[in-house]
């Protein structure tokens, strides 16, 4: 197991721990722009995912034909939580389309991700079951 697979394993347990004290019992109470907000803010710093192109942020044996889709996936979806937040805040009709957009665009990176790992390790998805 690598340092990037148990710093990911470990941020989402804390993630889910702090939603499961502080968000989960009160969910029903919240409107959803209180809820979204805080989201959008948080995925706006996906801009750093962009240190995938860095010079000396990651190992230099990094398979470009992984870095640059993950660092310009997730370019987009920082800019897609930006462009989301204006609408959200001030409860316009294009919010959910936006919020809607950002969050398929998002999977389907999160999602696609590992799929382009293998594919760099000269692997895909059916050679690994």
């Known amino acids: 197991m690598n340092i990037l697979t148990v710093n990911l394993a470990f941020s989402t347990l804390i993630f889910w721990i ?3 004290i502080y968000i989960l019992p009160r969910l029903h109470e919240l409107a ?3 809820v979204l907000l805080p989201v959008l803010l948080l995925h706006a710093f996906r801009h750093l995912g962009l240190m995938f ?3 000396g942020a990651t190992y230099p044996g990094i398979p470009p034909q992984f870095a ?3 660092a310009l996936g997730d370019l987009v979806a920082a800019v897609l939580a930006v462009v989301a ?3 959200v805040a001030t409860q316009a009709r294009s919010a959910r389309f936006l919020v809607w957009l950002f969050n398929i665009e998002g999977t389907v990176g999160y999602l696609h991700r590992p799929l382009e790992a293998l594919e760099a390790r000269g692997l895909t998805w059916h050679t690994t079951w």
């Open 68 to 70: 640059y889709p993950a």
């Open 53 to 55: 192109l860095a010079p």
């Open 85 to 87: 937040i204006p609408p």
């Open 18 to 20: 702090g939603s499961r």
């Open 32 to 34: 959803p722009r209180t």
